[in-house]
């Protein structure tokens, strides 16, 4: 179990260099340099979904960089000590990058969900793997501050609809190996997204003996973080943060949720290739 976890998301993002693969070729001019970064981090965390109970995980982190092709896991694209300057996960590429502008394209895989695990809610249908392709805009406002939007959609048709959302930063340097980061940020979804995570069909609701749920596109939830990252070395990276989640609306009130709030705590350790 604990092998296939760790692998797949790996050949996940080999199949995903695929179709960005020619536009990093089409880059004569190598702006970019070539780092990676490699880790781990140990995350315990609550779900919204189900019984919520909490669960701790051995977490592999990773960044890779050749020219402007990115590929990512986890927040390994926010560890190189790039500054300001905004990563994302999965494989991505930057598209514009000007006057304090960063606009992005990449793919990530999102897992799904099974319900083999809760027993109120048991014989429902998962959610299937699927590929979401993300917009992203990303610009800095003074010396400390920053904010964000994205947008998301399902590109294979498993269900996962569209997001959309947003928020702002903020990063204190503490020293010059230190620094702090603190974010708030926003989501909404269309119809069909919280349908899929959110809803009970008619159909899956006479499986498992409970009343449909039907909602519609809405405020998905909100959510605030604070990280730190500090350079023990030239190479060596300590990180970890804590992150709270609340849903909203009719997310919230979705009888599949077992928490509205829920939070999770991370610390990890990464070796960069150099340090910026």
Do not use: C
């Not at 970019?32 to 880790?39: E, N, Q, R, S, T």
């Not at 930057?94 to 969900?113: F, H, K, P, T, Y």
């Not at 014989?123 to 964000?148: C, F, K, M, Q, Y």
């Amino acid at each position: 179990m604990v092998f296939s976890q760790l692998t797949r998301p790996s050949l996940s993002a080999l199949v995903l260099v695929t179709p960005l693969w020619a536009l990093a070729e089409e880059t004569k001019e190598d702006r970019h340099p070539k780092d990676y970064l490699v880790g781990a981090s140990v995350v315990s965390s609550t779900a919204h979904i189900g019984a919520g109970e909490r669960k701790t995980s051995l977490k592999p982190v990773w960044y890779f960089q050749v020219g402007p092709l990115r590929v990512s896991r986890s927040q390994g694209s926010t560890l190189l000590g790039a500054g300001r300057r905004s990563g994302e996960t999965g494989v991505s590429a930057e598209l514009l990058a000007a006057q304090d502008w960063n606009i992005g394209l990449s793919l990530r895989v999102d897992n799904g969900r099974t319900f083999d695990d809760e027993p109120l809610f048991r014989g429902l249908p998962d959610i299937r793997t699927t590929v979401r392709a993300r917009v992203s805009a990303h610009r800095p406002v003074g010396e400390r501050w920053s904010w964000n939007v994205n947008m998301d959609q399902d590109i294979m048709g498993k269900g996962g609809g569209m997001r959309a959302g947003g928020g702002v930063s903020y990063r204190y340097p503490v020293s010059e190996a230190t620094q702090l980061d603190f974010g708030l940020s926003a989501g909404w979804a269309d119809a069909r997204y919280m349908r899929t995570h959110f809803g009970i069909s008619p159909e899956a609701a006479q499986l498992v003996g409970r009343a449909p749920y039907a909602l519609g596109s809405g405020w998905e939830g909100i959510q605030a973080g604070a990280k730190f990252t500090t350079a023990i070395s030239q190479r060596w990276v300590v990180f970890g943060g804590v992150d709270l989640s609340r849903l909203q609306g009719d997310a919230a009130r979705s009888p599949l949720v077992g928490r509205p709030i829920t939070h999770s705590v991370n610390l990890g350790i990464a070796y960069r290739n150099r340090r910026r």
